[in-house]
């Protein structure tokens, strides 16, 4: 079935710095690909999707790049802040059709300011 | 919408003892999933119906879990008996498919002494 491996935390920045979190995925076909964050004592939500190859999904200032080349979602933005702090995981359904969405491990982020 | 609300946001238990956490969807949803969070395992699907149906609960770790879902608002997912090794963070979260984006509830933290 189809799987996401993402970076390991923890990842320390200072504000205003660059963000990357790596996410490679492994998967039959093109399914959607999601990025969901956690911020502390908080259930998981949804910060972006893209669901074709080559699609930018975008939201609060984050971006991600379906690369079907490079089988990349990677996380990004350009100038972090302290309220960025949580756990990001990159996510997709197992296989075609599938309903239900498995998880990478989560990358933990700290803003430092 | 209020959103995925689950109940209790914490337990504490005694080894041996029944825990019932309860989750009530999003109002219109036909699809939800309960998850188990650790940090050792990360986030793992243990069993998700589709129109109040069991779809796939290969995801139980063992016969002392069972879920049920006995109409479209409710759910909920028992451990009995309980054990120290039980202790985590569970989630419900529910979507309407086609599309796959799951919303969460805020979890319940059950500790097990």
């Known amino acids: 079935g189809n799987s996401v491996t993402q970076m390991e935390g923890p990842v320390t920045l200072s504000e205003e710095a660059f963000l990357t979190i790596n996410c490679t995925y492994t998967?039959?076909?093109?399914?959607?690909l999601f990025w969901y964050v956690q911020y502390p004592g908080e259930g998981l939500q949804l910060l972006l999707k893209?669901?074709?190859?080559?699609d930018k999904g975008s939201n609060k200032g984050f971006e991600a790049t379906y690369r079907k080349e490079t089988t990349s979602f990677h996380l990004e933005k350009g100038s972090v802040q302290v309220s960025d702090s949580a756990v990001y995981f990159c996510?997709?359904?197992?296989?075609?059709?599938?309903?239900?969405?498995?998880f990478g491990k989560g990358t933990k982020l700290t803003v430092n300011p | 919408d209020a959103g995925v609300i689950q109940s209790p946001r914490h337990e504490v238990t005694e080894m041996g003892q029944e825990v019932t956490l309860r989750c009530k969807p999003i109002?219109?949803?036909?699809?939800l999933f309960w998850y188990r969070q650790t940090m050792m395992r990360g986030l793992e699907l243990l069993i998700y119906?589709?129109?109040?149906?069991?779809?796939?609960d290969s995801g139980m770790p063992e016969d002392r879990f069972s879920a049920k879902m006995p109409n479209a608002s409710f759910s909920t997912l028992k451990i009995q008996p309980s054990e120290p090794r039980d202790s985590a963070v569970y989630f419900c979260?529910?979507?309407?498919?086609?599309?796959?984006?799951?919303?969460f509830g805020q979890g319940t933290r059950l500790t097990v002494v």
């Open positions: 979260a529910s979507s309407l498919p086609p599309n796959t984006e799951a919303f």
């Open positions: 119906f589709n129109n109040n149906v069991p779809i796939d």
């Open positions: 998967a039959t076909g093109y399914p959607s």
């Open positions: 893209a669901t074709k190859a080559d």
């Open positions: 109002s219109g949803h036909n699809s």
């Open positions: 996510a997709l359904p197992p296989r075609g059709g599938s309903e239900k969405l498995v």
